[in-house]
C-alpha cells in the first residue's frame, strides 16, 4: 500500500511540474509573441517624422516612423503623450498630445496637430520638416478603457480636443467584440475649423447605428444643418444618452467650453461619476 501511495505522489508531482513547465511556456509566447510598445515613461525617446500633410493653413498631419514595420507605440485607448520641443526662443516646452492612431496601425503613429500663432509647441510643429525627430514620452493620462465597461459614451467635444474622442471612438467600432454605442457633439467656430471630418463622417457611414455625431459651429456658412452658436443643455438632452449608471459622458475642449459643459451636465442630472474630463 505504501509502495502504490508513494507512486500516486511520485506520478502527481510529475503530472504539476510537466503543467507548470506547459503554463510557463504558454506564458512564454504570450509576451514573447506580443508586441511591446515603444514608449517610456520616465524619459523621452525620439521618433522620425517620415510625411507631413498639410490639411489646412493652420492644421497638419504629422506621421512619424517606430523602430521597424511591425512596431506598435503602445498606448492605451484614453491616454496620451508628451511632446518635447523648442519655442521661437529656443526654450523647451512639453505639450500632450493624443495620436489619432492605434496599436492596430504598425510601424508608425500620426499626430493632427493645429499651430496657432502664438503657441508655444506649435512654432516647434510649424518649423518641422520631414527628416527631422519629436521627443517623446509616455503613456500618460488617468482614463483607462476597457471593450463594454459602458453600454453608451456620450462626447463632447471643442477644437483639438476631437482627438482622444475620436482614439477612443475608433477602438470602440473597429473591435468587433465591443458592442458600445458613441454619441460624439463636436463643436467648432467655422466650417473650416472641423479637424478629421472625413474620418468621423466615415465613421457615421460605416457604423450607423452605433456611431452619432451632431456637429455645432458658432460661426456657420448659410447651407447649414448642424447646430449654430455653442453646446447647449437642450443639444444635449437630445444627442446624448441620458443620464444612467451604465453611460459616461467624456468632454475635451478649452477651458472655458470644459467649465460650461460641467455645469450643464450637472443640471440636466449627471452624477460625477457618469463624467470624465481629458
Same mark, same amino acid.
Given at each position: 500500500?505504501?509502495v ?10 510529475? #503530472?504539476? $511540474? ?11 509566447f ?37 523602430p ?30 493624443? =495620436? ?6 504598425? /510601424? ?29 514620452? /509616455? *503613456? ?11 453600454? #453608451?459614451?456620450?462626447m463632447? $467635444? ?5 482627438? *482622444?474622442?475620436?482614439?477612443? #471612438? ?12 458613441v ?22 457611414s ?6 452619432n455625431?451632431?456637429?455645432v459651429l ?14 447647449s443643455?437642450?443639444?444635449? @438632452?437630445?444627442?446624448? =444618452? ?27 442630472g ?6 470624465? @474630463?481629458?
Amino acid at each position: 500500500m505504501d509502495v502504490l501511495q508513494s507512486h500516486r505522489a511520485e506520478m502527481l508531482t510529475i #503530472a504539476m $511540474a510537466v503543467m507548470a513547465i506547459g503554463v510557463g511556456t504558454a506564458y512564454y509566447f504570450y509576451v514573447t509573441k506580443k508586441p511591446k510598445g515603444c514608449l517610456d515613461p520616465e524619459k523621452f525617446k525620439e521618433f522620425k517624422l517620415v510625411k507631413r500633410t498639410q490639411l489646412s493653413h493652420n492644421v497638419a498631419k504629422f506621421k512619424f516612423a517606430l523602430p521597424t514595420p511591425t512596431s506598435v507605440l503602445g498606448l492605451p485607448i484614453g491616454q496620451h503623450i508628451s511632446c518635447r520641443g523648442k519655442d521661437s526662443l529656443n526654450e523647451d516646452v512639453v505639450k500632450p498630445y493624443t =495620436p489619432t492612431t492605434l496599436d492596430s496601425d504598425v /510601424g508608425y503613429f500620426e499626430l493632427v496637430i493645429k499651430m496657432y500663432p502664438q503657441g508655444r509647441m506649435s512654432h516647434h510643429f510649424q518649423v518641422m520638416r520631414e527628416g527631422d525627430y519629436l521627443a517623446v514620452k /509616455g *503613456p500618460k493620462g488617468r482614463f483607462k478603457y476597457q471593450p463594454n465597461q459602458v453600454r #453608451a459614451f456620450g462626447m463632447l $467635444a471643442g477644437g483639438t480636443g476631437i482627438t *482622444p474622442m475620436f482614439q477612443v #471612438a475608433r477602438a470602440i467600432l473597429e473591435n468587433p467584440s465591443d458592442r458600445t454605442n458613441v454619441h460624439l457633439i463636436y463643436a467648432n467656430v467655422t466650417y473650416e475649423d472641423i479637424l478629421l471630418k472625413e474620418e468621423l463622417d466615415n465613421l457615421s457611414s460605416n457604423f450607423p447605428n452605433r456611431f452619432n455625431i451632431y456637429y455645432v459651429l458658432n460661426q456657420p456658412p448659410e447651407i447649414w444643418e448642424g447646430g449654430v452658436g455653442f453646446i447647449s443643455k437642450e443639444i444635449i @438632452q437630445t444627442y446624448c =444618452p441620458a443620464p444612467a449608471p451604465d453611460i459616461k459622458i467624456l468632454r475635451c475642449g478649452p477651458p472655458p467650453m470644459n467649465k460650461a459643459m460641467a455645469a450643464n451636465l450637472e443640471s440636466l442630472g449627471y452624477s460625477p461619476e457618469m463624467q470624465f @474630463q481629458f
